[in-house]
């Protein structure tokens, strides 16, 4: 009888602790003794955005590496990990792996934390989830979003959004143009501003003094 062989395990490549160097300046030391083919990554309590993790994965790339799974210890970039359809866990909290399909573009993708919505709801869709919801696209007028934490839209937020729906008041709305019919956070109520927003602004509505408040959102969750 013939052994099979035993399945390799992909090498891990580990950031150093956050602040400690910038990892731009610690990468290219690394990469020439990194064994070739595909590596899982562990960017510990880095939190990265979209841009600050694509320019990473090009590092990468360039260098003949591609990355089959990223750990993270950092919510933010599990959010951008997660928007770029790249597989991802969580590991404080053990998550189960959260992974994208390119050519299925409305997917919506789930664990038990966070679930990623990458497509446009236009008029009559819906969407309702446990934990965190992140859209990546547009929330259109007569389309709306429902998750019992955090709703983030990583566009234009032109329908109705309901935040905490199970009674988080803690519970928040992010997006990159927060212009909605409607905002509900927990049991209340709010129609969105009708000002413009100011270009390049993201904004968050939260409860504040037992209203909702409406602001600029705070970095990490602006992209960059």
């Not at 994965?57 to 599990?78: K, P």
């Not at 404080?92 to 934390?113: C, G, L, M, Y």
Request: include cysteine.
């Amino acid at each position: 009888m013939t052994a099979e062989p035993t399945p390799q395990v992909p090498y891990c490549l580990r950031l150093p602790a956050f602040r400690s160097v910038s990892w731009q300046q610690w990468l290219p030391a690394r990469l020439p003794s990194l064994p070739p083919g595909d590596i899982d990554l562990d960017t510990a309590d880095w939190s990265l955005s979209c841009r600050d993790l694509d320019e990473l994965l090009h590092a990468l790339h360039q260098a003949g590496h591609s990355v089959q799974l990223l750990v993270t210890r950092c919510r933010n970039t599990l959010i951008s990990a997660a928007a770029l359809g790249l597989p991802v866990r969580e590991a404080s909290n053990e998550i189960p792996t959260i992974e994208a399909r390119d050519d299925q573009q409305n997917e919506a993708i789930t664990n038990v934390d966070l679930t990623v919505h990458r497509g446009t709801l236009r008029s009559g869709d819906h969407i309702e989830t446990q934990g965190h919801l992140l859209i990546v696209g547009d929330v259109n007028p007569g389309g709306s979003a429902s998750a019992e934490g955090d709703v983030y839209v990583w566009g234009r937020l032109r329908g109705r959004a309901h935040a905490g729906s199970k009674g988080n008041s803690s519970a928040k709305i992010v997006a990159l143009q927060l212009r909605p019919l409607q905002l509900r956070i927990a049991e209340l109520v709010a129609r969105g501003p009708e000002e413009q927003p100011q270009p390049g602004l993201a904004e968050q509505a939260c409860i504040q003094d037992g209203a909702i408040s409406i602001e600029p959102a705070s970095p990490p969750f602006l992209p960059q």
